[in-house]
């Protein structure tokens, strides 16, 4: 019984050692960052993203993976941080955006519903974008803070996506309003 006692132990401190067991790790990216804020948004990166340029007039931070720029500048893979008067409720905002959507042949509506960014309610839309037989996935956060909209916009080659999701969701949780 002895024998089988010790078998155990040294099992458990060869797999505690070897890092199976023991304290969650936080993000892969949290000693490896760059910041920038800009108009009340403080996003953290990965390092080996660039702030990058958007075409969006209302954009207040673009960042992008440094591999995906093309010629122009813009990121293929990117997330854009846009902020707006807010004039209506922003479920009202939102829906009237998605309504848009659903106008435009070359978009399609994938999901929308609540979330929860840090302490702030938000609304979370998913859909595909087709230009020039190139099909872009977006995920855009929606959130009311002081009387604005805030967006925060990631996209990426549709085959792509998923491959970035832990990037954009890292980027997300780690925005700071202020």
């Known amino acids: 019984m002895r024998k089988y006692f010790l078998a155990i132990l040294v099992i458990f401190a060869v797999i505690f050692v070897s890092g199976c067991i023991g304290e969650e790790t936080t993000s892969e990216y949290s000693t490896d960052v760059k910041m920038t804020s800009k108009g009340g948004v403080v996003i953290k990166y990965p390092s080996d993203w660039v702030v990058s340029q ?3 007039n209302s954009s207040i931070i673009s960042i992008a993976d440094s ?8 990121g293929q893979v990117n ?9 209506m409720p922003l479920d009202t905002f939102v829906n009237q955006t998605n309504n848009a959507l659903n106008k435009d042949p070359s978009f399609d509506l994938i999901s929308s519903g609540k979330v ?8 979370e839309v998913i ?18 803070h002081k009387g604005n909209v805030v967006s925060i916009l990631c996209t ?7 491959s970035y999701a832990n990037i954009f969701n890292f980027i997300i949780n780690n925005i700071e309003l202020k």
């Not at 995906?68 to 500048?73: A, F, L």
């Not at 929860?116 to 609304?123: K, P, R, V």
């Not at 859909?127 to 009311?144: A, F, Q, R």
């Open 79 to 87: 997330v854009n941080v846009e902020k707006k008067k807010l004039d």
């Open 116 to 123: 929860l960014i840090g302490e702030n309610e938000a609304i």
């Open 67 to 74: 591999k995906s720029i093309d010629s122009s500048k813009i």
């Open 127 to 144: 859909y595909t974008s087709n230009s020039n037989g190139s099909t872009k996935m977006h995920k855009v956060i929606w959130i009311e």
């Open 156 to 162: 990426a080659p549709q085959e792509q996506f998923d």
């Open 54 to 56: 958007s075409t969006s």
